[in-house]
């Protein structure tokens, strides 16, 4: 029996050993995997591989920020919201902005444009030279008939960088430059 039972202690220490590298998996590890699925285009993947790194770290911010921006590419703008909301929760100031900036932009992509301009004016209220924040606060402005504003943001968000920004003022208000002076 003895002799019987040295293969199958040999072979369960073996499959021990093959598992055992499968449960160490870091949150830093599955979020790499997960990064790189998302660089290749495997959005599917590379959401499995952020809710691991999720379900490892529940803090891991960086990984509810790319896993809303999978769900974002995946049109699962529910699903992009509530990831977006963690890192507003979760993250440091800086990443709180660009939170509140990205969960805007996933509601006006939804049609949801008065609830986007709040997550805008947060953003903003965050970091008052984003932008991005600007510009797409103003696209907001336009879907709800608030033309005034939308100028107003479009000229913030050229000041601040935004090219197309300035592509559009250049196209509809020519003189948009002087008036800023």
Known sequence: MKRHSTP???????MVAFVE????????????????????????????????????????VMAYQ??????????????????????VNLGEPSFKAVGYLNRGIVKNMAGHFAEAIVD???????DRFMGPAYFHRALARSKT???AGKLED??????????DAERWLDASNPGWRQVRK
């Not at 199958?8 to 073996?14: C, N, Q, S, T, Y």
């Not at 990064?35 to 891991?60: C, M, P, W």
């Not at 790319?66 to 890192?87: C, E, F, G, K």
Request: charged letters at 20%.
């Open 154 to 163: 479009f000229i913030q968000a050229a000041k601040y960088g935004d090219l």
């Open 66 to 87: 790319m896993r809303a921006a999978a769900w974002q590419r995946l049109h699962q703008y529910s699903r992009a919201i509530d990831d977006y909301t963690m890192v």
């Open 145 to 147: 008939g608030d033309n």
């Open 120 to 126: 805008f004016n947060m953003a903003i209220s965050i």
């Open 8 to 14: 199958i202690v040999l072979a369960i220490a073996g």
């Open 21 to 60: 590298p499968c449960l160490a998996e870091t949150a830093n590890s599955w979020f790499d995997s997960g990064f790189s699925r998302h660089q290749a285009g495997d959005l599917k993947e590379a959401v499995k591989l952020y809710s691991k790194a999720i379900d490892t770290d529940g803090n891991f």
